[in-house]
């Protein structure tokens, strides 16, 4: 393949085998996302739209169907491999922040950086992607508790992007903030799509996937749109 | 690392917590380190009082009967000229040295009060090869004495005192010319509270012509056994008439014992040490538990299953050091205190195979926490990062 696309889903079947009988979670789902594309996910609770953003991320793997990342089929990769490749081509942005309580904001923010190199990371480069999530210099040395929910989302979006991910996963990024800090954090997420980030992201939020460029409707496990 | 500074600070916030577990092991490494000390100390303190006498083979009338002799004194068991000439025989190339002995009153100058003592009577060529001297010489002729230090220091004797032996001194006067060394507890002779003088001079005021016991120098350690075996062969042939001592074999007796004393009580401290363990265990669990959304986290954004593993193996570590340390601390003043309470001396404390104790209670500590970590580790290493990321 000349130029792969960043993502590609082929027939990805997801089961959860369970004592009370199997969950079928994905049920057949095919598509591709772009480089630079901006994508919302949309569907009704249970649906499949976490189980699909967790196999995007890598963080397990297709009962079956083949689901390749740029180019890179996931299927048969150790867990090693597998986490390798969430440290250093994707970025997880989460709807309860996420941050570690027990480092502050510079460090927080440079942790998948020392995981990749795995030796500590200037905090410069920390410092640089704050500033580009526009957040205040003032709150670099505090702890997480300390800054509001959107300041904290800030954090985890410069988090998300410290290793220059191909793709930006989002499970509902906004749903923990008010609406005007909500379209904050998405004025952000277009500015980076704008600057070449491919962004897939799960939303309940008509208003908040309105920013998305695209969108993939699911129900039952199932693309229905 | 950034794991190793997550691993502190988590530590560090849960300060009462990690404290009371380190509390633990803190108690095993003292255990297990004073104990360690304490046995040790003893084993020192006893072979120091029974120095010197690891090359002997010595042989005594058998109590039960048997080579009845003649001769005066205390004893009524002696070894004849004869069996002597065999053990003497049978022993060389090693020395075999006659010992004579018996309790006497005695006078220390005039008017001054009458005491007992041991007087032994050895062949002047022989005392250079038991005894070392602390101030005088060896005296050659009959009318010349040596006294050990502590009958010295008991009765204000110098050299050049006079003794006077015997009802009014009817056994005649010796003139000290040396003071023995202190000798401690031992197997051959203990002249510490003694007067030795030579063999003639005994034979001659006591009228005697066999012995009280015959003490063999071996000068190879490696042949100690076999000395002691050809003595046996040669004069228990018929009837047993002759107890051999085979010293180093005692010394080894009396060590083994100890050791096994110690070991046992070290046991007790690997005990306490255990129990520690299983604290750690628990509050690593529960270090691991509270934690289980962030290790959802950490692998979700890229952390490998040995990192998040050994995040917690440096808290157990941290634990584990810090615990060894703290008791290690303890255990020195502890190990002080004990020995100088105790033994009434610290020269047995500060010699490096006391002092090891004290490392190999702290690493055994150290161990114990981090076998003790492991389990908890794991389990963090391999949780399912979806399963973690959900867990609220
Ligand atoms: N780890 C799991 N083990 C078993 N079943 C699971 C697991 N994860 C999801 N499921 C099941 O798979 C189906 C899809 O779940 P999923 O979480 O993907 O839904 P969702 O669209 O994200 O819902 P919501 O909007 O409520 O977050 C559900 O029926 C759910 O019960
Ligand atoms: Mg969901």
Redesign the interface.
């Known amino acids: 393949m000349e130029n792969p696309p960043v993502m590609l889903f082929r027939d990805v079947v997801k089961v959860y085998p369970l004592p009370a009988g199997d969950v079928i979670a994905l049920d057949g789902v095919s598509f591709q996302v772009d480089r630079g594309e901006f994508i919302s996910v949309m569907g009704p609770s249970g649906s499949g739209k976490s189980t699909l953003l967790n196999l995007m991320g890598c963080l397990d793997t297709p009962t079956t169907g083949d689901i390749f990342i740029s180019g890179t089929r996931i299927g048969d990769m150790s867990d090693t491999e597998l986490t390798s490749l969430r440290r250093d081509r994707i970025g997880f942005i989460f709807q309860y922040f996420n941050l570690f309580p027990l480092l502050n904001i510079i460090e927080n923010v440079t942790f998948p950086m020392m995981l990749k190199t795995g030796r500590g990371v200037d905090p410069e480069r920390g410092k640089e992607v704050l500033r580009a999530v526009q957040l205040d210099d003032k709150l670099f040395t505090h702890t997480p508790t300390e800054l509001s929910g959107g300041q904290q989302q800030r954090v985890a979006v410069a988090r998300a992007l410290i290793n220059n991910p191909d793709i930006l996963l989002c499970d509902e990024p906004t749903g923990n903030l008010d609406s005007k800090t909500g379209d904050g954090i998405m004025d952000l997420m277009s500015e980076l799509n704008r600057k070449g980030t491919t962004i897939i992201m799960v939303t309940h939020d008509a208003h908040i996937a309105e920013y998305s460029r695209r969108t993939i409707r699911i129900a039952d496990g199932r693309i229905v749109s | 690392?950034?794991f190793w500074?997550?691993a502190k600070?988590?530590v560090r916030?849960h300060l009462l917590r990690s404290f009371l577990a380190m509390l633990g092991i803190v108690i095993g490494v003292v255990a297990i380190s004073t104990m360690g000390i304490l046995g040790n100390s003893m084993v020192l303190s006893v072979s120091d009082s029974l120095r010197t006498v690891g090359d002997s083979v010595i042989v005594t009338p058998h109590a039960g009967g048997g080579g009845m002799g003649f001769g005066s004194g205390t004893t009524s068991f002696t070894i004849s000229e004869q069996e002597f000439q065999q053990i003497k025989r049978v022993s060389a190339p090693n020395v075999a040295i006659p010992v004579l002995r018996t309790s006497e009153r005695m006078k220390l100058g005039v008017g001054s009060e009458e005491i007992v003592a041991l007087v032994y009577g050895l062949d002047p060529d022989d005392v250079p090869l038991m005894l070392n001297l602390v101030e005088g010489d060896y005296s050659r002729g009959n009318s010349g004495c040596l006294v050990g230090a502590t009958f010295a220091k008991d009765n204000n004797v110098r050299v050049g005192s006079r003794i006077s032996l015997g009802k009014d001194g009817e056994k005649g006067t010796l003139r000290v010319t040396g003071i023995i060394e202190e000798r401690g507890m031992a197997f051959d002779v203990s002249t510490d509270s003694a007067v030795v003088a030579t063999r003639d001079w005994f034979d001659g005021t006591y009228n005697r012509d066999d012995y009280d016991q015959v003490v063999v120098k071996v000068k190879n350690l490696d042949e100690i056994a076999d000395v002691k075996t050809a003595i046996e062969k040669q004069l228990n042939r018929r009837e047993t008439i002759v107890d051999v001592m085979d010293t180093r074999k005692t010394m080894e007796t009396i060590f083994e014992a100890f050791g096994q004393i110690t070991t046992f009580v070290s046991a007790i401290g690997g005990i306490s040490m255990i129990v520690a363990g299983v604290s750690i265990l628990n509050i690593m669990m529960m270090s691991v538990t509270e934690r289980i959304?962030?290790i959802g986290?950490?692998?979700?954004?890229?952390?490998?299953?040995r990192?998040v593993m050994s995040m917690f193996l440096y808290e157990a570590a941290i634990l584990g050091i810090l615990g060894a340390i703290i008791g290690g601390v303890m255990s020195f003043v502890g190990g002080y205190a004990i020995s100088s309470l105790m033994l009434q001396t610290t020269k047995y404390f500060f010699v490096p195979s006391s002092l090891i104790q004290i490392v190999y209670g702290m690493a055994f500590g150290i161990v114990v926490c981090l076998i003790c970590g492991i389990y908890p580790a794991w389990r963090a290493a391999n949780l399912n990062?979806?399963d973690a990321?959900r867990h609220e």
């Open positions: 690392m950034i500074e997550i600070r988590n916030i959304k962030e986290i950490m692998r979700s954004i890229g952390a490998q299953r990192e990062p979806i990321l």
